[in-house]
């Protein structure tokens, strides 16, 4: 069974531009999140999906936004660049809720300059 | 809200040592309880869980047993290896919360 796959792994971008990560869940799973991962301020939840609605939502500004498809792939989008974006994004998986097991993709490391 | 809190890092051992990473949670309902492991350059894998009091998780050689009376997840294992070395993660998830709240992870690394 193929795992949580995030596009691209890497990016660099400009302050200023905006930036959109993909993540393909395990197949048969419905729910996704997304994570941010600092050294500063370790991981944050940014928020999560289940069948294409959004459940909960982290304390981050309105620059961050996200969305599920039908088939339960998800994208989350960052507006207005800021240089303390930069951070290893991770996103998760789980059959219905995160209370029971999580799988994680590898991340998407954004690099702001 | 609810927050973990683990023992600070980062913890240098050697082989076949003992180790011990100290976990403590606040919640306000009854949450799932997880310990993750993230290796340089990855995302983070499920090394444990346990779901209700007194429940132990265990994998790989470690173990964690859920605590409700000192509302504590402590991760243990009797004999550490080079392969272990990594950075863990004490986790929780409350019922209907859709999220894991994390701590802030505790580089360990085992010198053969």
């Known amino acids: 069974k193929a795992g949580v796959t995030q596009t691209p792994r890497y990016l660099i971008k400009t302050r200023g531009q905006q930036v959109t990560l993909s993540c393909s869940p395990i197949?048969?799973?419905?729910?996704v999140s997304w994570y941010q991962q600092t050294p500063g301020q370790g991981l944050q939840f940014l928020f999560e999906?289940?069948?294409?609605?959004?459940?909960n939502k982290g304390n981050f500004p309105g620059r961050f936004s996200g969305r599920q498809f039908s088939n339960s792939r998800s994208e989350m989008n960052v507006s207005t660049l800021e240089l303390g974006d930069s951070a290893l994004y991770l996103c998760?998986?789980?059959?219905?809720?995160?209370?029971?097991?999580?799988?994680f993709g590898q991340g998407t490391r954004l690099t702001v300059v | 809200g609810d927050s973990v809190t683990q023992m600070e890092g980062p913890v240098t051992l050697s082989e076949e040592a003992f180790l011990t990473i100290n976990c403590t949670y606040t919640?306000?309902?009854?949450?799932?309880l997880f310990w993750y492991v993230q290796y340089p350059g990855e995302g983070l894998q499920l090394l444990l869980k346990?779901?209700?009091?007194?429940d132990k998780g265990s994998n790989k050689g470690f173990e964690a047993t859920y605590r409700k009376e000192t509302t504590s997840f402590h991760l243990e294992k009797g004999s550490v290896q080079v392969s272990d070395s990594a950075v863990y993660f004490c986790?929780?998830?409350?019922?209907?919360?859709?999220?894991?709240?994390f701590g802030a992870g505790t580089t360990v690394t085992v010198r053969a």
């Open positions: 919640a306000t309902g009854y949450p799932s």
């Open positions: 986790a929780l998830s409350e019922p209907n919360d859709y999220k894991l709240s």
């Open positions: 998760a998986s789980s059959p219905v809720v995160m209370n029971t097991e999580a799988f």
């Open positions: 999906y289940f069948s294409e609605t959004q459940r």
């Open positions: 346990a779901t209700k009091a007194d």
């Open positions: 197949s048969g799973h419905r729910s």
